[in-house]
Nanobody
Framework: QVQLVESGGGLVQAGGSLRLSCAASGRTFTTYAMGWFRQAPGKDREFVAAVSRLGGTTNYADSVKGRFTISRDNDKNTLYLQMNSLKPEDTAVYYC?????????????????WGQGTQVTVSS
């Protein structure tokens, strides 16, 4: 089992940047492929980005391609999401998640473990 704790959220103006972190503890970090999801008020949770176990494969939602970068540091057991050129529509609670398959999956149903979330608010 793995425990996930997100950090780095906050309030930022449109066009600004934030870097989210997700610290993992428990089983060996490379046991898991990792993903970021988000949920805005009144909306369903949606896929943002994912990375495979060793970091060689990444996957992004079309809405964030070219603006967000997912990465992982397997020595530090940490997942990151660098968010640039933020827009008001990026406002949401951001969750990191883990699953034990190899692929950088966009399907939230494949993920077994979830963090508690961190709020990102982008003002216009």
């Amino acid at each position: 089992q793995v425990q996930l704790v997100e950090s780095g959220g906050g309030l930022v103006q449109a066009g600004g940047s934030l870097r989210l972190s997700c610290a993992a503890s428990g089983r060996t970090f490379t046991t898991y492929a990792m993903g970021w999801f988000r949920q805005a008020p009144g909306k369903d949770r949606e896929f943002v980005a994912a990375v495979s176990r060793l970091g060689g494969t990444t996957n992004y939602a079309d809405s964030v391609k070219g603006r967000f970068t997912i990465s992982r540091d397997n020595d530090k057991n940490t997942l990151y999401l660098q968010m640039n050129s933020l827009k008001p529509e990026d406002t949401a609670v951001y969750y990191c998640a883990a699953h034990t398959n190899w692929d950088a999956s966009a399907s939230q149903w494949q993920y077994d473990y979830w963090g508690q979330g961190t709020q990102v608010t982008v003002s216009s």
